[in-house]
């Protein structure tokens, strides 16, 4: 499976309320990727994704502007192992 790997993003700015959850899904799974999109209390969005690291480099990349009516100010990446626990991509409430 070549050079898998994880990613943890969290996302600041005007991202929640702004179908930035459901953008990310539809995104890593055009991208063939896994993993899942939440909101948290403080106003960012967690992002926690595997499969290919060059596709989960384009995930980061797209996290950095999200959806039209996003306003990113920052993002925060580490990359970890794949536990390889995820099926699909999907929203998390």
């Known amino acids: 499976m070549g050079d898998?790997?994880?990613v943890h993003i969290i996302v600041h700015g005007v991202v929640q309320?702004?179908?930035f959850?459901?953008?990310?899904?539809?995104?890593?799974?055009s991208l063939g990727l896994t993993g899942w999109a939440k909101n948290l209390p403080d106003g960012t969005v967690e992002i926690i994704s595997e499969g290919e690291k060059e596709?989960?480099?384009?995930?980061v990349?797209?996290?950095?502007?999200g959806p039209p009516s996003a306003v990113v100010t920052s993002i925060d990446v580490n990359w970890?192992?794949?536990k390889n626990?995820?099926?699909?991509f999907n929203v998390r409430l």
């Open 17 to 19: 309320g702004v179908f």
């Open 61 to 65: 990349e797209w996290s950095k502007k």
């Open 55 to 59: 596709k989960l480099e384009r995930l």
């Open 4 to 6: 898998n790997a994880r």
């Open 80 to 82: 970890e192992e794949p």
């Open 21 to 29: 959850r459901s953008t990310t899904a539809e995104k890593g799974l």
């Open 85 to 88: 626990e995820f099926e699909t």
